[in-house]
């Protein structure tokens, strides 16, 4: 077994699915109202005529078109042979018009009298003109929609015929475990087949599951051949590549024909296909990102290439927030998430090597094909959207530092349909990107009431009028694990800092306003260079107090007085903070809701939260 | 009760819902696997730390990044300690960096040896890099993907708490009878209900129909009140009116308050709105168009509105192949065909009056607001996607004439995921539409070898080079239900059929070449119109034989001799013919999968099926 695979070109994999795999697809009769999204086996035709006698489209009179043909508003004419309709009511024996009561005059008496003649038929629905017993309502490989359904019913079918594909899913590695038990060193949970199953369901394509299989040949083998007798295709995750535990190729050469192993795409290089008693099947990497990949990149769009109905894949220009590097020869496919700032959408990178976690964060995958280095920052390209909701009209890419609040504030915008993407990126990069319009703004994390200076002279450098919103204040705390009696106390030991740190100078700052003696207080060696480290220190008892964010010192058990804070504010451009988008951002940091909801955090202070602050130019 | 509805705009129904309706959410603990679409109710966190170890990156070898400080090219590191491992083995004590197969030689005796130093941490993924136990996986009023459900089941989760919409659907109407029974006159088989449910079900939300309730206050009330304290809202179909069977109205202002009743949209209009026990109850037309047009455009809006998460509504920009006239103060959504014709998209009118079938035949809707009079053909407007399968770039357009065949035509395409969609019209509008590039082409039915003088007539006028493209001939017999004897006739007789038209010719064209004595020839009144009245004749024993289309003849069992046949072709533009899509088009009509899959029908010959002919100036 070669240790290195020859890689085929994303397009040639794609190619050769196209013309040498097919689906078995399995016939079944199901529930009309259970059939959405399904695809139709044959026609079906009405067993009803609709409506089944001529009705009335009104409410009104049945009335005889020929007893009005002299009317007039000036010479009316009484009529004596009339009933009463509703709408959808059938029409008596003898009758030919409805009038409806707009257009008679009635008495006290039920008699009526109209003013113009009737036309015959007028406002009436004749028998079989929706349809007729026997007509088609959808024709074969139809895809069933709401409207179908309605239709079907009310033409007297209960029951469909649909051509279904099942999909056989084959988790396959040693290293697997199954859901609810707690795995060992080197073992991981097996979560690859169901969320390749989920994303399949979402095209109207059902999955079975078969149980985790150990990277054995003879059992893999086993399952593969039970799966291709059942399945409309099978994919084997896991054991796709090389390796010395990877038998997928081995397995499938032994039992049917490869129709290649490698492809040059990122992730999910180390997929194969092959041909097992006519039914295709796969072998995707074991990672989730790789067998997404290839779900996404060769198997869907192979079903589509066949004429399976796969939804339109909603794809969008957006202009790149980043710059996204990829190696020529292979086509790359890079997570993304994507906003809409101003008129523009733009995507963002999620980081690569984020595992499943980085899937999670993102909405849009961006492809980029094999001829291709990667596409700079501020070039325009298209994205596959992957996830629809929040829309991303309704997301905020905003660059900077990061506090756990924006979390928070993320939570409560999801409850908007909205959500707030932050990454984290210097201040020059912040503000070159808020200049290039790749992002709403920046998070700037600084001593309340000071700090703003470097922002200022940022801001000169490209020549951005910013403002800044307040998200919150985050409170420090000079904290202690009990409550000390400073009188009594002989001696204050308090942490060594770093000089001219934020922690340094709350710290000295609240010496010099207690007026402490400068000789009873002791600086604790080692130095703390971290509020974590102070928090370490006070809970071993090295030190008696120290500043951290009172966040932190709740999570410790810790109090004491506040004693600074830090201001968290967005920073957006002056001419953007009354578009449609940062107005919306400002109203909710500004609600009550958004205070109530986050009211609950200990150390935050959020009086100043929504507050606008223009900056000076320097 | 007032027989006349007020009223209120569209906009302000929409604003009155966003402002006074809140659905109530229930919370369900489900499985993971289960949770596609759904919305995550809290936060979920990680049960595990990802990696739960430090672990390979690459199969290698586990080393000492130190042993190898010293290796070069000249002066290779032979290594004492090392082992072997695995992608995704655990790093065994001892060990900090792997090395990659490729960058090591190994000897016979499995001694391998370094050429170049290792970096401490090389190859390694740390615990924890992806994720660590009690982290944020989701946050809540998260929409729940594939990607999502991967992670949660890989980071140890398998239920999940999500927040349900579960709507009440209650079916209202004297004259709705259950599926599966057969409907009297004036009666109607329920399925509103079932198509909103399917409407709702695509965007995540659980329905529940309740029976059929008859057009009883009481009734209606009970059902009511029971579905307000079991759902999330409530829709009543059917009632919404002001007719004297209509109680919807009544009923909610007795047990609730009426947010608004009567809309100016169309359909839709006799649509209402009321809030009972805090819960909102929507009541719809009993129409299929009122209902779906009202919970398109008022009830899934809001929905959105209010924060639920609803898929994007793909729309997309149309020129509008037709005028669509719409009344000035109404909303009006009109049912639309989208397909792709050259680079854009056009947008044919589905006939407004089809009932449940014109919904099957459209996949989109035109919403026209209440400020205009309506859109006038080939201007620019934006469509609303219904319906994704087949795709509006595998849908052809065509204006003309109508035969069974584009029936099979279309039939064939589905099966390629594409679709055909035929509109009666004239020859002369059909040109129209193809000079102003609304149509993919026309379709025209002419005696064969015969009949193009007037299309080349036609062409000569709009100034466009056409060609055509065979369907089909549909052959013509001279029917009769026993083969006659010809010789032993003493008289023929035959049909009398207006002069000059094409089954007068073709008979008469046969009494020529089998120079039949016209002495012998009878010709029967009356006169036959159509086709059908020939049959009818022969069927009575009125006349011996007489010319129909052999497709006609064999649905009677009537056979005889071929004695004509008319032409069935596509005509486009000849710039067109080697468009992508005209080219796809012609080539599936030459195929022989197109002729063995129609060759099954009665009287079309499809030697010539895919022919081209161009047809000059005239």
């Known amino acids: 077994m070669s240790r290195f695979l020859t890689l085929i070109p994303y397009l040639a994999a794609q190619r050769i699915l196209k013309t040498s795999a097919k689906p078995r697809y399995l016939i079944r009769t199901i529930q009309v109202t259970k059939s959405h999204g399904h695809i139709c086996h044959e026609p079906v035709y009405s067993r009803l005529t609709v409506p089944n006698s001529a009705v009335s489209k009104r409410d009104g009179y049945v009335i005889n078109a020929s007893d009005t043909f002299n009317a007039s508003d000036s010479d009316p004419v009484q009529l004596s042979v009339f009933d009463q309709v509703h709408t959808g009511s059938p029409i008596p024996e003898g009758f030919d018009a409805v009038v409806m009561h707009e257009d008679i005059r009635e008495d006290v008496n039920g008699n009526i009298t109209i003013l113009k003649p009737a036309r015959p038929g007028q406002n009436i629905q004749k028998a079989g003109s929706e349809i007729k017993t026997g007509e088609m309502i959808i024709p074969a490989d139809h895809v069933i929609s709401p409207e179908d359904i309605g239709a079907m019913i009310g033409y007297g079918i209960t029951s469909v015929q649909v051509k279904k594909i099942v999909v056989g899913l084959i988790p396959t590695g040693d290293e697997l475990k199954e859901p609810c038990t707690a795995p060992g060193p080197g073992e991981v949970i097996a979560s690859n087949c169901e969320m390749l199953a989920a994303s399949l369901v979402t095209i109207g394509i059902e999955t079975f599951i078969y149980p985790i299989i150990p990277d054995d040949p003879k059992k893999i083998r086993d399952t593969v051949e ?19 535990r990877d038998h997928t190729k081995d397995v499938l050469t032994a039992i049917g024909t490869i129709l290649y192993h490698g492809v040059a795409m990122r992730p999910g290089k180390t997929t194969l296909a092959a041909i097992v008693q006519d039914i295709p099947v796969f072998g995707v990497p074991g990672t989730p990102a790789g067998a997404l990949a290839v779900l996404r990149g060769l198997i869907i769009p192979w079903l589509s290439d066949i004429g399976y109905p796969v939804p339109i894949h ?20 890079v997570l993304m998430v994507v906003g809409k700032v101003g008129d523009e959408y733009k995507a963002m990178m999620v980081p690569r090597e984020g595992g499943q976690i980085s899937a999670v964060k993102s909405n849009a995958v961006l492809h980029i094909a094999r001829n291709s280095e990667g596409i700079g920052k501020g070039k325009k390209s298209l994205v596959h959207m992957t996830r629809c909701s929040p829309p991303p009209d309704n997301i905020y890419l905003f660059y900077g530092m990061y506090d756990p609040i924006l979390d928070v504030l993320d939570q409560y915008l999801r409850k908007l349909n909205k959500r707030i993407y932050v990454r984290e990126a210097s201040l020059e990069s912040t503000l070159l990107s808020m200049q290039k319009n790749t992002v709403h703004g920046g998070i700037i994390i600084r001593p309340r009431n000071n700090g703003l200076n470097v922002l200022e002279h940022g801001y000169t450098n490209t020549h951005q009028k910013l403002c800044t919103i307040t998200v919150a204040d985050r409170e420090y705390i000079l904290a202690a694990s009990v409550f000390p009696n400073y009188d009594s106390l002989k001696e204050f030991a308090f942490p060594k800092i770093p000089d001219h740190s934020f922690l340094y100078e709350i710290q000295e700052q609240f010496i010099l306003n207690h007026q402490i003696n400068p000789l009873l207080i002791e600086r604790i060696e080692p130095e703390c260079k971290t509020e974590l480290e102070i928090v370490q220190q006070i809970i071993q008892e090295k030190i008696d107090f ?21 201001r968290i504010d967005l920073i957006v451009k002056q001419d953007d903070a009354q578009s449609e988008q940062i107005n919306a951002l400002q109203e909710i940091l500004s609600s009550e809701e958004w205070r109530s909801e986050s009211g609950h955090l200990q150390g935050y202070n959020l009086k100043r939260s929504g507050q606008i602050c223009c900056l000076k130019e320097h």
Chains 1, 2 share one sequence.
């Open 226 to 244: 039970e799966a291709v007798g059942e399945c409309s295709f099978v994919i084997i995750s896991g054991g796709s590549s090389t390796g010395c």
């Open 314 to 333: 909603h794809s969008i220009p957006v202009t790149l927030a980043d710059s996204v590097p990829s190696e020529l020869g292979t086509d790359d496919f």
């Open 546 to 566: 120290g500043p951290c964010s009172a966040s932190l010192a709740s999570e410790y058990d810790l109090f004491g007085p506040v004693i600074g804070s830090e």
